[in-house]
């Protein structure tokens, strides 16, 4: 898994870069209007963080390998990125390190742990949950229906794959709510119409983990 995270990481960078614009956008108009500048900032820091990285110790083990790169990767996020996303997103790869570290019965498993943990670290941090108009409304959906997929039996790439769309549609179903959280909270009902650009973001970053989960190994 240590080689599909990486390969993740390069597209995420790449994706997050060709939507920076977009993702700004987006928050310029319920939040900071930095969100898309700042995440293409972190994320370039975790490819140059990726290049100047050696080869993962002979004795580790792939999950172990795979944790500490996502660990690498949040610490890297939390010290580039400023406003909320950096501590948010931050919080949530390295929560999911913390879960990829321990025995799964396949990456698909793993990948369920990892998004799960994700999700309950942000939550925890920001003290929000699903229903308030931010990432969560992304990340909490896409956590179960991986969850969902894991259960019926599906395959890494299949539990990837609903984990993209169920972010995909969590992130669409933010545009009629109500921002309780987070700076646009403050506009009220002026929040409403616009859809949130960490829910946009993270439905890129699932968007990506599918392809990758589903390249042939």
Do not use: C
């Not at 993702?23 to 898309?36: F, K, P, V």
């Amino acid at each position: 898994m240590h080689d599909a995270l990486a390969a993740w990481l390069r597209a995420s960078a790449a994706t997050i870069h060709d939507q920076a614009e977009a993702l700004t956008g987006l928050d310029r108009a319920i939040g900071d209007g930095d969100h898309g500048i700042n995440l293409d900032r972190g994320f370039a820091a975790i490819v140059a963080m990726l290049d100047g990285r050696g080869a993962p110790a002979a004795d580790a083990t792939d999950a172990a390998a795979t944790a500490d790169l996502l660990r690498q990767a949040g610490k890297t996020l939390i010290s580039t990125v400023g406003g909320a996303s950096g501590p948010l997103y931050g919080t949530a790869f390295l929560r999911a390190a913390g879960a990829l570290a321990g025995e799964h019965t396949s990456s698909g498993a793993a990948v369920v742990a990892a998004l799960e943990a994700a999700a309950g670290g942000i939550a925890a941090l920001g003290k929000a949950n699903e229903g308030e108009k931010t990432m969560l409304d992304a990340l909490f959906p896409a956590a179960r229906a991986a969850r969902m997929s894991l259960g019926e039996g599906g395959d890494l790439a299949t539990v990837a794959g609903a984990a993209r769309d169920a972010a995909r549609a969590g992130a669409t179903a933010t545009i009629p709510m109500l921002a309780t959280k987070g700076r646009a909270s403050y506009l009220g009902e002026r929040s409403i119409g616009h859809q949130d650009p960490g829910a946009t973001s993270a439905a890129l970053l699932l968007g990506e983990l599918a392809v990758i989960a589903a390249r042939p190994r």
